[in-house]
């Protein structure tokens, strides 16, 4: 088991900006890939950023890139996700996902993931 805990959401007006953070513990969290994926609702849970075990590689969705910036503190055991130029679409709930392998590579696949947070609300209105 490794607790995952998200914060940082919350109501923001289009065109704003938020900064969510993962908090990890219970394991070496800077040898584990990050990333994270959202669900609205009626819809499946999609990915969004992921970022490797050093922080110097990143991946994103065509829908967010430009837009959201992942980044990693393994210093601190978190990680982070920029949110800017925020779009009524981008509401959801946000989860944040650990890899299973050690130094693994980047994937937008849920299956690689299989440590999650509980989720963190994210609401942009127009």
């Known amino acids: 088991q490794v607790p995952l805990g998200e914060s940082g959401g919350g109501l923001v007006q289009a065109g704003g900006s938020l900064r969510l953070s993962c908090a990890a513990s219970?394991?070496?969290?800077?040898?584990?890939?990050m990333a994270w994926f959202r669900q609205a609702p009626g819809r499946e849970r999609e990915f969004v950023a992921a970022?490797?075990?050093?922080?110097?590689?990143?991946l994103y969705a065509d829908s967010v890139k430009g837009r959201f910036t992942i980044s990693r503190d393994n210093a601190k055991n978190t990680m982070y996700l920029q949110m800017n130029s925020l779009k009524p679409e981008d509401t959801a709930i946000y989860y944040c996902?650990?890899?299973?392998?050690?130094?693994?590579?980047?994937?937008?696949?849920?299956?690689?993931?299989?440590?999650w947070g509980q989720g963190t609300q994210v609401t942009v209105s127009s």
């Open positions: 996902a650990g890899a299973g392998s050690i130094y693994g590579r980047l994937s937008e696949l849920k299956t690689e993931y299989p440590y």
């Open positions: 219970g394991r070496t969290f800077s040898r584990y890939a």
């Open positions: 970022i490797d075990w050093s922080g110097g590689n990143t």
